[in-house]
């Protein structure tokens, strides 16, 4: 079982160029997440889906873009990346419901 | 505790004590709350849930303690092992005002293991 795989796992971008971010679950999680995480804050919310074909603003989704078009796979993308969205950024799943979240092990993106 | 990586509160602890790190949550209406282990440069890792209808509950080496009316939860890790460090945090589940449910993640605490 390999959980919550993330691509790539490092990335520099420069100003304006853009990029999809893969995450991949093979647990039959209904609901799936984009958060970031930077130094001095909790982990954000992005975006995130409760099933195949939906997906929701989070906290912090401007900027961003998300699709679901399997229920396995949550890609998030960056139109025009800019300096402020260097971070860490970590795919989550979860069944509905009050259960905890499994996590992929982030992608670290700089953009320069 | 808050914060990934700088101003990091630390909590040092000698190997084989018991280790306590607190979180204090701020929505009344959460019903849910998770702590989680992160270890340098992996992704968050689940430790150890709690609903709001309990007030403690346990696991291998590690009990949550939850504390409503003064909205305080802890995680307590019996005898320590180096394996142990990592930066812990908490998450509460509950109905923003929004009327949404919403997870909000602590900014967590690291935790060292003196051998």
């Known amino acids: 079982n390999a959980g919550v795989t993330q691509t790539p796992k490092f990335r520099v971008l420069k100003t304006g160029q853009s990029m999809t971010l893969l995450c991949a679950q093979d647990?039959?999680?209904?609901?799936m997440y984009w958060y970031r995480q930077d130094p001095g804050m909790g982990l954000r919310l992005i975006h995130y889906?409760?099933?195949?074909?939906?997906?929701a603003k989070g906290e912090v989704p401007d900027g961003y873009n998300v699709s679901r078009l399997k229920k396995q796979n949550f890609l998030l993308g960056l139109e025009s990346a800019a300096p402020s969205q260097t971070s860490v950024y970590f795919c989550?799943?979860?069944?509905?419901?009050?259960?905890?979240?499994?996590f992929g092990s982030g992608t670290r993106l700089t953009v320069v | 505790g808050e914060s990934v990586g700088l101003h990091l509160p630390t909590l040092s602890v000698q190997e084989g004590d018991n280790s306590i790190i607190n979180c204090a949550y701020s929505?009344?209406?959460?019903?849910?709350f998770i702590w989680y282990k992160q270890e340098s440069g992996k992704g968050p890792q689940f430790i150890i849930d709690?609903?709001?209808?309990?007030d403690k509950r346990q696991g291998q080496r590690v009990t949550v303690l939850l504390n409503k009316t003064v909205k305080h939860l802890s995680l307590q890790i019996a005898a320590t092992q180096p394996g142990d460090s990592a930066v812990y945090f908490c998450?509460?589940?509950?109905?923003?005002?929004?009327?949404?449910?919403?997870?909000?993640f602590g900014i967590g605490t690291k935790l060292q293991v003196i051998p």
């Open positions: 989550a799943s979860s069944r509905a419901g009050n259960y905890g979240y499994t």
């Open positions: 889906s409760v099933g195949e074909g939906t997906t």
């Open positions: 929505n009344s209406a959460s019903d849910y």
């Open positions: 647990m039959n999680h209904e609901y």
């Open positions: 998450a509460e589940k509950g109905l923003s005002s929004g009327g949404y449910q919403k997870v909000t």
């Open positions: 709690i609903r709001s209808n309990m």
